[in-house]
């Protein structure tokens, strides 16, 4: 047990410096393998038409959520003020953990470690393999996970416009303290705050979409390592939203009961699209 305790305490503190030369390169690399493996299965051409249809959807939400980031900055008081009334409604009921729970790790430069490198590592990098996987190896489930993250992004761009929330890491007058920027040189390059909604705190999509990778993962896997992995990627991530000081609790059960609608919202669409592709086949079938 002892030498885990060591191998824990050597792991490197956060320093995110070294992406903001390397992550383009990495997604390029990581493209790049992506048409490769369906140009080896013969199906390129089918599957890039399909991937540039995704990019179709896709890039038009990015520019919504940038458009949102423009409307907020200028609101700042109005998200301290919800930051308060959150901390106040936690207080009463009774689940005002955060600075506790912050104070417990900070004696533990692993624990802190471990929360940055998971917020960091564990959200956009893992959901672009979660998707890369269910693209090639379920792809009808890939749409109904598709829609379920555009659903609850865009109920989530609405909440983000109409009450823009600050995270804990700005209340540091209530002991929070910003784990990342305080243990890394170059904080926040794969979220640099001049591409990132600063305000953007409640629902936590950061856990809500964490969760929804981690029901995929689960309810598709086949063996049994990979639905552990499924079932602790969403537990970890909540942990490190709370002890980063990047969401409060409260956003991350809304940000789960956000994913959790944005699923069954998605299913619905399924089933709906389903039977009105069944009903022609079904009439055809009487004719005959």
């Known amino acids: 047990m002892e030498i885990c305790w060591g191998l824990l305490d050597i792991l490197p503190a956060f320093d995110s410096s070294f992406l903001t030369y390397a992550r383009w390169p990495l997604v390029g690399i990581g493209f790049s393998i992506f048409i490769f493996f369906n140009w080896s ?10 991937l540039l249809g995704e990019l179709a959807i896709i890039v038009p939400a990015y520019f919504a959520y ?3 980031r423009g409307m907020v900055e200028a609101r700042e008081a109005q998200a301290f003020h919800r930051a308060i009334d959150i901390i106040e409604l936690e207080q009463t ?7 506790d729970l912050q104070s417990a790790i900070m004696r533990f430069d692993w624990l802190v470690n471990v929360a940055n490198w998971t917020y960091i590592w564990g959200h956009w990098p893992v959901i672009v393999f979660a998707a890369t996987w269910l693209f090639l190896l379920h792809r009808d489930a890939y749409s109904v996970y598709r829609n379920a993250f555009l659903i609850s992004g865009a109920v989530g761009l609405v909440i983000f416009y109409a009450l823009p929330v600050a995270p804990p890491r700005f209340m540091d007058a209530w002991g929070f303290v910003d784990t990342i920027a305080e243990r890394s040189q170059a904080s926040r390059v794969l979220q640099p705050p001049a591409f990132v909604n600063q305000y953007a705190a409640m629902p936590s999509l950061h856990f809500g979409w964490n969760l929804l990778v981690g029901i995929a993962i689960f309810q598709h896997s086949k063996s049994i390592f990979p639905k ?3 079932v ?4 970890i991530m909540f942990a490190s939203i709370v002890l980063t000081a990047n969401h409060y609790i409260i956003d991350g059960l809304a940000g789960g009961t956000l994913a959790l609608l944005g699923l069954g919202g998605a299913m619905v669409i399924r089933e709906i699209m389903q039977r009105r592709s069944a009903a022609p086949q079904a009439a055809l079938a009487g004719h005959h």
């Open 41 to 50: 299965r013969g199906s390129s051409g089918t599957t890039l038409r399909l």
């Open 66 to 68: 940038f458009a949102v």
């Open 93 to 99: 009921l009774g689940i005002f953990w955060e600075p």
């Open 228 to 230: 552990v992995i499924g």
């Open 232 to 235: 602790a990627l969403p537990v």
